[in-house]
Nanobody
């Protein structure tokens, strides 16, 4: 299983970015997908997750109302649309997924991770 994240970059506060994560190596539509982030000097934290069908989504309070997670199962891709970005959103963003199908799980139950894509928000 491979996950490849891309779409990060440098953006001014208030701007937008769209992250993508392409998966390969298994039936994408059977698995929950999530986005996490790791800011310099901080532990990795949950950002958003989406069910295998896309019907259910969950967000960290810090991004609720600004970020939207979605997926295109035909393209094996999960997205994170980030709007109204803030300097505190600056981090390396990772997509991840559990190895158990149709199972949300906690971060420590995520067995597959992408390589990360860096997001920098300037004030």
């Amino acid at each position: 299983v491979q996950l490849q994240a891309y779409g990060g970059g440098l953006v001014q506060a208030g701007g937008s970015l769209r992250l993508s994560c392409v998966a390969s190596g298994r039936t994408f539509s059977d698995y929950v997908m999530g986005w996490f982030r790791e800011a310099p000097g901080k532990a990795r934290e949950f950002v958003a997750t989406i069910s295998w069908s896309g019907a259910a989504t969950y967000y960290a309070d810090s991004v609720k109302g600004r970020f939207t997670i979605s997926r295109d199962n035909a393209k094996n891709t999960v997205f994170l649309q980030m709007n109204r970005l803030k300097p505190e959103d600056t981090a390396m963003y990772y997509c991840g997924s559990p190895s158990v199908p149709k199972y949300f799980g906690d971060e420590d139950e995520y067995d597959y991770w992408g390589q990360g894509t860096e997001v920098t928000v300037s004030s």
